[in-house]
């Protein structure tokens, strides 16, 4: 599956951001939806993931209660909402796909620039 990360920009503190991951190739729906985030200087690290049902979800404590990780299989894309962004948000972020926590497919990624 190919994946396409877009939505990226730059927002003041506290705003917010939407990103899409839109998908082609293989059936999306039978993956899991990870975002993932790497800050200049950071190693990548995990953000959000969203089962491919969209029954569940699970949030890197940094974010929980401000980004909300979505998708819509009928349009092969998913989402990641992000609210009350910081600076400390800023970051390169990708899309991946995969099952049982293994991402095999990643998205180029789409820059967050927040400032404060």
């Known amino acids: 599956v190919q994946l396409q990360a877009s939505g990226g920009g730059l927002a003041q503190a506290g705003g917010s951001l939407r990103l899409s991951c839109a998908a082609s190739?293989?059936?999306?729906?039978?993956?899991?939806m990870g975002w993932f985030r790497q800050a200049p200087g950071k190693e990548r690290e995990f953000v959000a993931r969203?089962?491919?049902?969209?029954?569940?979800?699970n949030y890197a404590p940094s974010v929980r209660g401000r980004f909300t990780i979505s998708r819509d299989n009928a349009k092969n894309t998913g989402y990641l909402h992000m609210n009350s962004l910081k600076p400390e948000d800023t970051a390169v972020y990708y899309c991946?796909?995969?099952?049982?926590?293994?991402?095999?497919?990643w998205g180029q990624g789409t820059l967050v620039t927040v400032s404060s």
């Open positions: 991946a796909a995969g099952n049982d926590y293994v991402y095999d497919y």
């Open positions: 190739g293989r059936t999306f729906s039978s993956f899991d």
């Open positions: 969203i089962a491919w049902s969209g029954g569940y979800t």
